[in-house]
């Protein structure tokens, strides 16, 4: 029996030692000439096809809705249904693996995952798939490189500086630590003096202010390299029994690592990143801080934290970062009687890499806003630009005046969306309508958001129209040209994925009135008002969820590369789970657009 059976290859990755010798005691080889029929609908499967060479087309009334090619193994569903209810085609020339019933039916009886990842509906599959990852997080966090954990700056002072100065120091930028330079020494010396010392030098008897940092410092530090490993640090802490060691790059001090430091870091350091953000100074620390939370983003991915839960993450720490600059930038008064907010995925939380700029600001009522607002409001656009968050093609920012009005104007202003709803007014009310607010008086977002709810009609030319978009991106091609390992094999996920499935979600929201932002608060809430079945409404969840994570896998190894975050991905360099996994959730979507152009009987606009 052939001994090069693919077990790297999903779901059989799983198997053990002794189900991967069941394979290859009980595997044989089929060939089918291009054009064979495999496998009829409602026939009785006989075996569990893998193709080794060809591509094999899924026809569902008539259409093909999926394409498999080497690796990728059909119908694992029909061989446990007992029947089959799709036609599947040679496309080409096939030759593929085969194992027969009996032989599948006792590998699922051994191993679930197995069973799980070959014929489960979509969200047993997602579910093995998490509980396989499991148990990497800390393994991850502990192999990272020192320097990739959030160093605090060092604060350098002379030997000779009095020790009140150093305690003010302390308060100013918020430390508990300096780092003291001995050029008298010789050679020259480097020490620490810590707010624990601070102790010692009051018991001294000396005045603060006459006593030099020098006499009290620590000589003897405890280094690391910035390319040493976390996990090593904080052994070495351990062993020296101390709370920070200074890291350096060659022989230049680059920071200071402290193991609370550390222990956020290898739980939830974004904590830690929240703290930073609320006590910046500068729009240059904010700039720091915003590549330290992109990092934050590619270790928690890569430690198998769910994507959703790194979703919520980013949009508190971007929230913040956002105030943070705001509050530098704007005058207290403005702040006060304004609320500026975000839009796009950025608003419904669904946010991970950084993407262009999608924001607004509501005043208030008979507020009178600084002569130098539209300054203001470009300095904050810059700064967010600088912060790598890149302007608006179309302008939807604080910077354009259409997107910084009164509550009243905003909500007129909603209110032709809605009377006149063309193209581009549909689309701002589609942004709109993801608004969240990030500072300021949220209560004047409320108010607006509460008037467009009210002036929204029942028409079902409005709605339509509205849901419309669910096709804009629609291709005659189809997503799964892009499976069958054509040259072009590069699929635009948002195009494909999430966009309809998210606008799909936000128009039946707009039809019952919903007024959750974030796509899974929507597609509860509709699942409670009935407008969803619980069924639907969990497989758009997952299916959101696992795009969002190819996304963010293809962006970040972009990145990587120094290549521009394009939203592609390449599905010929997936893995065959995740090859299997596009399939289902990009299924999902197909059949959410047809409930939704009944729904909205957009076939007959």
């Known amino acids: 029996m052939p001994n090069a059976f693919n077990f790297s290859a999903s779901p059989f990755d799983c198997l053990t030692q002794e189900q991967q010798r069941l394979v290859r005691d009980h595997v044989d080889v089929a060939y089918f000439p291009k054009g064979t029929v495999i496998l009829e609908v409602g026939a009785q499967p006989t075996h569990l096809w893998v193709v080794i060479k060809g591509q094999v087309a899924q026809h569902d009334e008539g259409e093909v809705v999926a394409s498999y090619g080497p690796h990728d193994c059909f119908d694992g569903r029909a061989l446990v249904a007992g029947k089959s209810s799709s036609r599947f085609v040679a496309t080409e020339e096939v030759v593929a693996y085969e194992l027969a019933?009996?032989?599948?039916?006792?590998?699922?009886?051994?191993?679930?995952h197995f069973g799980a990842l070959l014929f489960a509906d979509l969200g047993s599959k997602l579910s093995a798939l998490?509980?396989?990852?499991?148990?990497n997080e800390l393994q991850a966090f502990n192999l990272a490189r020192v320097d990739e954990a959030l160093l605090r700056p060092?604060?350098?002072?002379?030997?000779?500086?009095?020790?009140?100065?150093?305690v003010r120091l302390f308060q100013e930028r918020k430390s508990?630590?300096?780092?003291?330079?001995?050029?008298?020494?010789?050679?020259p010396r480097l020490g620490m003096f810590t707010a624990t010392a601070l102790q010692k030098a009051v018991l001294r008897g000396t005045p603060l202010d006459q006593l030099p940092v020098g006499l009290l410092a620590n000589y003897n530090l405890v280094t690391v390299r910035a390319s040493d490993q976390v996990g090593d640090a904080l052994a070495l802490m351990q062993r020296h029994n101390i709370h920070r060691v200074v890291v350096l790059e060659g022989d230049e001090v680059k920071g200071v690592l402290e193991s609370l430091d550390v222990f956020a870091f290898l739980s939830n350091h974004s904590h830690l990143?929240?703290?930073?953000?609320?006590n910046a100074g500068s729009l240059e620390e904010l700039a720091a801080i915003a590549g330290q939370i992109t990092d934050m983003i590619g270790r928690q991915f890569r430690s198998g934290t769910r994507v959703a839960l790194i979703a919520r993450l980013v949009q508190d720490l971007n929230a913040r970062l956002f105030a943070r600059a705001w509050q530098?930038?704007?005058?207290?008064d403005l702040v006060a009687n304004s609320c500026l907010f975000v839009m796009g995925s950025e608003g419904r939380g669904e946010q991970l890499l950084k993407t262009d700029q999608d924001n607004g600001l509501v005043l208030r009522d008979g507020y009178a806003p600084p002569g130098e607002l539209a300054a203001i409001c470009q300095r904050f656009s810059d700064a967010l630009a600088s912060f790598g968050y890149p302007p608006c093609p179309g302008g939807i920012?604080?910077?354009?005046?259409?997107?910084?009005?009164?509550?009243?104007?905003?909500t007129q202003m909603a209110r032709q969306w809605l009377v006149l709803p063309e193209a581009d007014s549909l689309m701002n009310l589609a942004i709109f309508m993801d608004a969240h607010a990030v500072s300021g008086d949220a209560h004047l977002l409320d108010s607006v958001r509460q008037g467009v709810m009210e002036l929204a009609t029942d028409s079902d030319a409005m709605l339509a129209r509205f849901a419309s978009a669910i096709d804009a991106f629609a291709s005659g091609n189809g997503w799964w040209n892009r499976l069958v390992g054509d040259a072009d094999s590069r699929l635009n996920l948002k195009k494909e994925g999430t966009f309809p499935l998210v606008h799909g979600v936000r128009s039946l929201a707009l039809a019952g009135r919903i007024t959750e932002t974030g796509t899974a608060e929507r597609i509860a809430a509709l699942v409670q008002a009935g407008a969803l079945t619980e069924a639907m409404g969990?497989?758009?969840?997952?299916?959101?969820?696992f795009f969002m994570g190819l996304k963010l896998k293809a962006g970040l190894a972009e990145a990587q590369r120094g290549e521009p975050v394009t939203g592609q991905v390449d599905v010929q360099a997936l893995s065959t789970l995740d090859r299997d996994l596009l399939k289902d959730t990009l299924g999902v979507v197909k059949r959410f657009r047809a409930l939704l152009r009944q729904r909205f009987r957009l076939g007959v606009l």
Not at 176 to 187: E, F, K, Q, S, Y
Not at 273 to 278: E, H, K
């Open 130 to 135: 998490t509980e396989r990852q499991e148990g």
């Open 154 to 166: 060092a604060i350098m002072v002379d030997a000779e500086t009095d020790i009140l100065s150093v």
């Open 328 to 332: 530098l930038i704007a005058p207290p």
């Open 397 to 410: 920012m604080v910077s354009n005046p259409a997107w910084r009005k009164s509550a009243a104007e905003f």
């Open 273 to 278: 990143i929240s703290m930073r953000l609320d």
């Open 538 to 545: 969990q497989e758009l969840l997952e299916s959101l969820h």
């Open 101 to 112: 019933r009996q032989t599948v039916q006792d590998l699922i009886a051994a191993n679930a």
């Open 176 to 187: 508990t630590n300096v780092l003291v330079r001995d050029n008298a020494a010789t050679p």
